[in-house]
C-alpha cells in the first residue's frame, strides 16, 4: 500500500515537471512583472508622494484659511470664527447675516496693503483672488490627486462667487456704484461653506497626521473660537506625542491661565522656558496676566 503510494506522488511529480515547460515561464514572467511594478513604480511613486504631499497640505492649508476669512468678513463679522468652526452654520443664519451687508460695507478691523479701511467688495475679490491662484497651484499636482479630492476642489473652483465676484469688483472700478444687498450671495456663499467643510474632512481622513489634526483643533479652539478647554484638550494629546512640543508647551499654559487655573499654566511656561530659554520675551510678550509672569519669572 505505502509502495502505491509513493508510486503515485512519484507520477504526480514527474506530471508537473512536464507541465512546467509551460507553466514555468508563465509564472516566471508574472513574477518578473510583479517585481518590476513594485521597483520602478510603486516606490518611486510613494517617494514622490512624500516629498509633494507636505506642499499640497500647504496650499490646501491656506484655500482653507482664506475661506473662513471670505466667510466672515463677507458678513462683517455677524458670523463668527466660533460660528464657522462649530460646523452647524446653517443657510437662514448665513441669509440673515448678510441682510446688513453691502459691497462698500467698512471692515472698520481689517486694513489692506495701503494700510487704509478695506471694504467688503475689495477684502472679499482679494481673498477669492487668493483662493482661485491657490487651486490651479494645486491642480498642478492633479496626477497625484485622488478623483475624490479632484471632485472637491473643482466644486469649490465651480461657485459662482468667483465669477459674480469678479463681474461686479469691475463695474465698481468703473465708478458704477452698487448698493445690492449682499444676501442674493448667500445660496452661492453657503454651497461655498459646505465645500469647505467637504475639503476640510477629506483633509482630515486622507492627508493629515494625527499630530497635524491635534494642531489644528488645537489652534482654532486657541485663536478663533477660544475654547480654552478644547485648547487644553488637544494640546495635551500633541504632548503625548511630542512631549517638548514648544508650542503645545505655550498654548497649554497660556489656556490653563485664561481658565484661572494658573498654577497648573505657570508650570507648562516654566517647563517651556527650561527647554526653550530664548521664548522669554515670547511669553512676556503674550501672557497679559501679571500674577502668572511674577510666578514664572519668580518676581
Known amino acids: 500500500m505505502k509502495q502505491i503510494h509513493l508510486n503515485k506522488r512519484i507520477n504526480n511529480i514527474r506530471n508537473c515537471i512536464k507541465k512546467s515547460v509551460f507553466l514555468y515561464p508563465f509564472f516566471l514572467s508574472i513574477l518578473s ?40 468678513e463677507m458678513t462683517n463679522q455677524n458670523i463668527s470664527q466660533k460660528k464657522y468652526y462649530s460646523g452647524t452654520l446653517t443657510a437662514a443664519e448665513l441669509n440673515s447675516a448678510l441682510q446688513s451687508c453691502y459691497y462698500d460695507t467698512k471692515l472698520h ?16 475679490f482679494d481673498y477669492l483672488t487668493r483662493t482661485d491662484k491657490n487651486i490651479e497651484q494645486l491642480l498642478r499636482y492633479i496626477i497625484y490627486l485622488d478623483p ?20 461686479v469688483n ?31 474632512n477629506y483633509m482630515s481622513s486622507n492627508y493629515y497626521s494625527k499630530l497635524k489634526n491635534y494642531r489644528n483643533k488645537a489652534t482654532i479652539a486657541y485663536f478663533f473660537t477660544q475654547d ?16 517638548l512640543d514648544k508650542d503645545a508647551l505655550f498654548y497649554l499654559g497660556a489656556s490653563y491661565i485664561a481658565t484661572f487655573q494658573i498654577d497648573i ?7 517651556l522656558l527650561k527647554f526653550y530659554p530664548n521664548q522669554e520675551q515670547f511669553i512676556k510678550s503674550n501672557i497679559k496676566n501679571e500674577e502668572a509672569i511674577k510666578m514664572i519669572f519668580h518676581k
Open 33 to 72: 512583472a510583479f517585481v518590476f511594478y513594485i521597483a520602478f513604480t510603486v516606490i518611486p511613486r510613494k517617494n514622490e508622494l512624500k516629498r509633494i504631499n507636505p506642499q499640497i497640505e500647504f496650499i490646501t492649508d491656506k484655500i482653507l484659511l482664506d475661506g473662513m476669512f471670505i466667510i466672515t
Open 109 to 124: 478691523y481689517t486694513y489692506n496693503k495701503e494700510h487704509e479701511l478695506y471694504d467688503i467688495g475689495d477684502f472679499v
Open 148 to 167: 475624490e479630492f479632484i471632485s472637491i476642489i473643482n466644486e469649490l473652483h465651480r461657485n459662482n462667487l468667483f465669477g459674480s465676484w469678479a463681474y
Open 228 to 243: 480654552y478647554q478644547q485648547s487644553i484638550k488637544y494640546n495635551k494629546k500633541i504632548l503625548r506625542i511630542n512631549g
Open 265 to 271: 499654566g505657570v508650570k507648562y511656561l516654566q517647563k
Open 170 to 200: 469691475q463695474l465698481r472700478k468703473d465708478n458704477i456704484i452698487i448698493r445690492t444687498n449682499l444676501s442674493e450671495n448667500s445660496s452661492s456663499l453657503f454651497e461655498f461653506y459646505k465645500t469647505l467643510e467637504q475639503l476640510e
